[in-house]
Every structure is written in C-alpha cells, then in structure tokens.
C-alpha cells in the first residue's frame, strides 16, 4: 500500500520524513514538532522516543528516518 494523503497514519509517517530533514538542518524546534505530531497520531506503532532527542542532530535525523522507513515498509 502506498502512502495516502488523506490517510491519518500516512500523514503521521510523512511528518516523520519532514522531521528527519530538519533536524539533518539542525533546525531542532521545527523538526521536533514534526516528530511530536507524528507521535500523537502513531501512538504506539512509533518506536522513537521524542523526549530523548537533544544533541547531535544528525544522529536524531538518521533514527527519525530509519523509523520512517520501518513504518513505510510495514504499510506494504
């Protein structure tokens, strides 16, 4: 199943792609709102621990994308 623009859980995985590339441009508020956003509508289907980000953006841009990748995959 591709993602769907008008699917809540699609959505949610996108803003997990959205974080992903602003924390790798260390822009932390906006890419952790978008991670936040992303938790509310996943709940627990997402793995990624919002509260642990802080520091080293990169490495946080790299886990964000890796949890989109997992989630994209397990809409397949």
């Known amino acids: ?10 959505d949610a995985i996108t803003d997990l792609y959205r974080a992903s590339y602003y924390l790798a441009k260390e822009s ?33 841009a790299e886990k964000a994308l890796d949890e989109y990748k997992r989630l994209k995959m397990s809409l397949s």
């Not at 199943?1 to 859980?9: E, I």
């Not at 978008?34 to 946080?60: C, P």
């Open 1 to 10: 199943m591709a993602l769907d623009k008008y699917d809540k859980t699609s």
């Open 28 to 60: 932390k508020d906006i890419g952790i709102s978008f991670l936040t956003k992303a938790k509310e509508k996943l709940g627990v289907m997402m793995i990624l621990d919002v509260s642990k980000v802080t520091g080293n953006y990169s490495y946080w």
